[in-house]
């Protein structure tokens, strides 16, 4: 009987032992199990801090980038308004000499205006018919006469030609409507010609002067 209590005993002995150190045993690879969980998790955040920063990087990277190309597009538009300021400048200097040019081509005009050098005078009503300026040189004055009233619209009156033409009438006014001897003459440079408007031939800064009187044979 004691023999058998001893042995169940033992056997409670054994069992309680053999429980103990399997639950120590679990434990023990528990432990180990959580352990290298932990160290895992270390493991991922590390990681993923790595990553973190990697991505941070590659995002300031392009800020960077951004930058220059925002300071460069800046240095390309300040460049355009200066080159704009120096095109308006540019425009206003070139407008205010072409405005110098054209004063000083006006009064150069003015003062290049020649002056008249055909008269046609109605001295008995006080009146000038026609006064200008014509390229006379080494034309006859009848050529130059005929130029004037035709150009001018004027109308008149010849009779015979080439160096014999006479102008019987112009504007109007005959020969003897104010008389037997009223009637037209001419005269150069303040003198009566000795001859025919067809025959006299007038030269560079001759004045000819047409005068209706009412004495034409004095």
Do not use: H
Request: charged residues 30%; proline residues 1%; positive net charge.
């Amino acid at each position: 009987m004691k023999k058998k209590l001893l042995l169940i005993v033992a056997m409670l002995v054994i069992s309680i032992s053999a429980i103990s150190f399997a639950g120590s045993l679990q434990n023990k690879l528990q432990s180990k199990d959580s352990e290298k969980i932990v160290e895992s998790n270390k493991q991922s955040k590390l990681e993923n801090k790595e990553v973190k920063e990697e991505d941070i990087q590659k995002q300031t990277k392009p800020d960077s980038k951004n930058s220059k190309q925002s300071s460069n597009i800046k240095e390309k538009n300040n460049q355009k308004q200066i080159e704009n300021k120096q095109t308006v400048k540019q425009q206003k200097s070139n407008g205010a000499s072409t405005l110098t040019d054209n004063k000083k081509n006006t009064l150069e005009s003015r003062n290049t205006i020649k002056k008249p050098n055909v008269y046609i005078i109605d001295t008995i009503n006080n009146k000038v018919i026609y006064k200008g300026y014509v390229e006379i040189n080494s034309k006859t004055a009848a050529e130059v006469t005929l130029k004037v009233l035709i150009e001018n619209k004027i109308s008149y009156r010849t009779k015979g030609t080439g160096s014999s033409i006479y102008f019987s009438s112009i504007a109007g006014l005959r020969e003897r409507d104010y008389g037997e001897k009223s009637g037209w003459c001419y005269y150069v440079n303040g003198v009566k010609a000795p001859v025919g408007a067809g025959g006299y031939i007038l030269k560079n800064g001759d004045i000819l002067e047409w005068k209706y009187l009412e004495d034409g044979l004095k």
